[in-house]
């Protein structure tokens, strides 16, 4: 079964730990509480699109000040965050902090929804990354569901993340995620539309 971790994933989380030594159709990680969060991880069946991806991500305010997200595939330069900002008329002001995110679809046990999970937190990103190396997991990630928990607010915020036997084991569970999934997928679910700025359930016709 194809890997969950795109290439550009793995990538860029062995980078960062070698240099560190929800509303709607997204689940934020702000909206992550004591009360456990419950997921699954999404695979796209087609080869040609991706189940995950991994970038790197910089906040700039515009004129109004409201501060917009600019997204690339790679780690960019100044060159690249100057052009960028102007193509989106943005305002950067030269000291903007870059980091690392990543981009899964999910199925939101709760909400009984397929959501795009973004994060760049590493107290997140490093278990989950780490759970779906695991061979057991990788070798049959849609077994697996996974509760995600935090404690604290603001910077002393801590997230807890558990990987568990997958309600999608019963077949009718199974039945219902994966009509759901297909569903999206049909509509032209594309999750590197976020290095467009753009929402990955409405694909550019």
Partial sequence: MPSLLSPRVKNVQ???????GGGGAYLNPSS???????ISFLLNPDPNAESSIAGYEIWCPDAE????????????TREDITERAKEMNLEP?????????????????????????????QGLADPITNYLSEEEIELDSQGWDFKLGSTGQGLDKRYSVFALPGHRRKEPVAKKVNLAWAKARDAGFDLTMLFAGGNPFKPVL
């Fill in 65 to 76: 000040g409201k501060r917009k997200s600019m997204r690339f595939s790679s780690e960019p």
């Fill in 14 to 20: 062995a980078s960062i730990q070698k240099s560190s």
């Fill in 32 to 38: 992550i509480t004591e009360e456990p969060t419950r």
């Fill in 93 to 121: 002001a030269g000291d903007e902090k870059c980091k690392a995110f990543y981009a899964f679809a999910v199925w939101n046990y709760g909400t009984e929804t397929v959501q795009v999970f973004q994060f760049s937190q």
